[in-house]
């Protein structure tokens, strides 16, 4: 039952959205909407945590342990961005119909990252996957400037090409199973008829998948157009784009893992391992030269989806249930990220690192969460992306893959470094004018506090009922 | 059907590939932005014929489904859906500088179509299919092509139309090897392609309002440091 809900209650609130009772209203129900699908998401995922697993309309809705991982971040940044929404948007659009448009835009995008995890028939779910890029085009495009719709045309159509050749994929994937006897499209489906399939054809499916979402995530070398789409979008959107569409991609990616596993003489851990540490490495290099702050945490995502790929090509026990922990860590904290970046923006009114000194002066507010935001992503205790970082690399120095492990080391140090150069820079530096003293809207402090709250906790503790959820999680991608 | 007509059907299928393939090389070769939608469109319905074509091969009334899909949405739909977001002074323009010319283009083409035998020929060695002898290496040969016209091309409007022939031909080779996809699939596959246009023509729109050009291939204010 909860899982139809959660598709209804946005679809619902983008129509209304739209309804002539103006921008307000369209604010408040956007705000309701997502407050009632954390609370819906939440109540999924404890009812996964009973029985394992849930299903709703005829098993077209489905949900595990990793899919009410993936769906419980989706609602949690969903509802700290939307209170975010409430000052920045306003404070960045006159014209109540383009407001009106970016509240009902919103609701559709995240209809549609919910969509992913839930829909039970792979097909459906690649068209969900698809629309998460469609959707939210003209939500990237919603400053109107030259930068902002250049980036959204890179978003669409390079991101779309990915979806594309991964269609074929999955093309290739539903006649394997055929071949393999098996008939339902499902991910449960997949796992059952993999050990049957033909390896030439269960190989360039998974390749074919691997390469086309993970334009979508932004492995390197599909990598370029997502740090123009993550910093001309609105800080809101920033924080969904980066903290959990990007996740949603790789989700996909994730549950190919235990199906290509299960083929005899098939190993994709080498290639998860292969794409992921050029990511990291790449994405390390870039933050060290980057002029931009709002790409600075584009770039951080690029890294820290290699990371999970890392993690997840590591295999084991272990290192998974590090990827569940990273997946975690890295939408909570990068969502943080965004908001203080929409707040530096507000404050400064600009998005170059060089021209931001000494913001602990004129916006102490913003300067404390940027620096605060750049030490968890960045991976210093107590952040969890500390603890998740650690538990990756004992997992692989256990397992005797040392050279992977000394790279992904090599680069996560440097790129710790290099991130908290440009926020010391920003919060502490001399300013070479004074800056006049802006409050922050009401609503980004109040969305930056919510974040906060996960954010400090489960660096320090992680609640028993969330580890089961990760540990189950774990065990989904192959264990 | 017949077996004696099987060689037949195969015949006029492989006819269609060839002429399939050639539609999407002139997609890459032309300058002309409407000559390359009209291209477009006489692919789609390519796509279609195939389809209908294996679908009285193989006796699958889901393949005379995607035919009825495919032309309505990608001859009808899709020109009106363009017609009306993008202006008629898009169309009209013409291509003067190219990423890359014409014959240096055709030449990496002919290349692409080898790589996509050489791509789609492990598969077909490991499973017999009817059709996907023809089908599939065709398919992901359109495929190539058409990703490489968005690499090639500046305006929108033909970039667009290279995203579309890249899932022409992921169809092409799809209705082969699956001829019996979900309609469900089918279905969701025919809201796909036009929220796709929709969305691209509005945004082409967008950018020939604000920045005076469709030619999105030399939007470069964002760089990489």
């Not at chain 1, 609640?463 to 959820?469: A, F, I, K, S």
Request: glycine share 8%; aromatic share 8%; hydrophobic share 60%.
């Amino acid at each position: 039952m909860e899982l139809a809900a959660i598709l209804a209650v946005p679809a619902l609130a983008s129509g209304l959205s739209l309804s002539p009772l103006g921008r307000r209203f369209a604010a408040l129900i956007t705000l309701v909407a997502a407050a009632i699908v954390l609370g819906l998401a939440a109540s999924v995922a404890i009812g996964v945590m009973r029985s394992g697993r849930l299903d709703a309309l005829d098993q077209w809705l489905t949900c595990d342990a990793l899919g009410a991982l993936i769906l419980l971040l989706v609602a949690f940044v969903g509802f700290t961005a939307a209170i975010f929404s409430w000052g920045y948007i306003g404070g960045r659009a006159e014209q109540q119909a383009k407001i009106q448009r970016y509240y009902c835009l919103y609701n559709l995008f995240l209809l549609s990252m919910l969509a992913v995890p839930l829909l039970a028939n792979v097909a459906l779910m690649w068209i969900a996957v698809e629309l998460t890029t469609l959707l939210s085009a003209f939500l990237v495009g919603f400053e109107d400037t030259a930068e902002a719709l250049e980036a959204a045309w890179k978003y669409v159509v390079l991101t779309t090409l990915g979806a594309v050749l991964a269609l074929l994929g999955f093309l290739i994937l539903y006649w394997g199973s055929r071949v393999a006897g098996l008939e339902p499209f499902t991910w449960v489906g997949l796992a059952e008829a993999a050990p049957h399939m033909p390896p030439a054809l269960l190989w360039p499916a998974f390749l074919l998948i691997l390469v086309g979402f993970g334009t979508k995530v932004g492995l390197v070398p599909m990598h370029t157009w997502l740090p123009d789409a993550h910093s001309q979008a609105p800080a809101s959107i920033c924080a969904l784009l980066s903290g959990v569409e990007t996740t949603t991609a790789l989700y996909v990616i994730l549950r190919l893992f235990p199906v290509v596993g299960s083929a005899p003489g098939l190993d994709a851990r080498p290639w998860f391992i292969g794409f992921g540490l050029v990511s990291v490495g790449i994405a390390t290099l870039l933050l060290i030269y980057v002029r931009d702050f709002k790409r600075m945490f584009a770039f951080s995502t690029v890294e820290h989806m290699g990371i999970i790929l890392v993690a997840a090509g590591l295999g084991g026990a272990e290192a998974h249930i590090g990827a569940a922990y990273q997946i975690t860590g890295h939408a909570i904290a990068k969502s943080f990220c965004f908001f203080a970046a929409g707040m530096t923006v507000m404050a400064a009114g600009t998005q170059e690192i060089a021209a931001v000194r000494g913001l602990i002066r004129s916006s102490p507010l913003s300067a404390l969460a940027l620096v605060a935001g750049g030490f968890a992503i960045a991976g210093a205790p107590p952040f969890a992306i500390f603890v998740s970082e650690l538990v990756i690399l004992k997992a692989g120095l256990t397992s005797g893959q040392y050279l992977a492990i000394a790279l992904l080391a090599f680069f996560v140090v440097v790129a710790f470094c290099a991130v908290m150069f440009h926020v010391n820079r920003m919060a502490f530096g001399v300013p070479e004018r004074d800056t006049p003293v802006k409050a922050a809207p009401l609503s980004c402090k109040v969305a930056l506090a919510l974040a906060a709250i996960p954010l400090i906790a489960i660096g320090l503790y992680v609640p028993g009922p969330l580890q089961e959820l990760l540990n189950a999680a774990a065990s989904a991608m192959g264990g | 059907m017949t077996s004696a007509s099987f060689p037949v059907i195969s015949a006029l299928d492989a006819l269609t590939g060839a002429l399939f393939l050639l539609t999407a090389l002139g997609v890459v070769a032309t300058r002309q932005v409407l000559a390359s939608l009209q291209l477009f469109i006489l692919q789609s319905l390519l796509l279609a014929l195939s389809a209908v074509l294996l679908g009285i091969g193989l006796g699958s009334p889901h393949l005379l489904a995607v035919a009825a899909i495919t032309i309505a949405t990608k001859t009808l739909m899709i020109p009106w859906l363009l017609r009306h977001t993008v202006s008629a002074e898009v169309y009209r323009t013409r291509e003067i500088e190219r990423v890359l010319n014409i014959p240096s283009s055709l030449l990496i083409s002919a290349v692409l179509i080898m790589v996509a035998y050489a791509v789609a020929n492990p598969l077909l060695n490991a499973v017999d299919v009817p059709f996907a002898h023809v089908n599939l290496p065709l398919g992901i040969a359109a495929m190539f092509l058409g990703a490489f016209t968005i690499a090639v091309r500046r305006e929108a409007v033909p970039q667009l139309l290279g995203l579309l022939a890249v899932e022409n031909g992921v169809f092409f080779a799809g209705i082969a090897i699956v001829p019996n996809l979900p309609v469900i699939a089918e279905l969701a596959a025919a809201v796909d392609v036009p929220v796709i246009t929709l969305v691209i023509g509005l945004l082409t729109r967008q950018i020939h309002r604000r920045l005076g050009t469709t030619s999105v291939g030399r939007l470069a204010a964002l760089r990489e440091e």
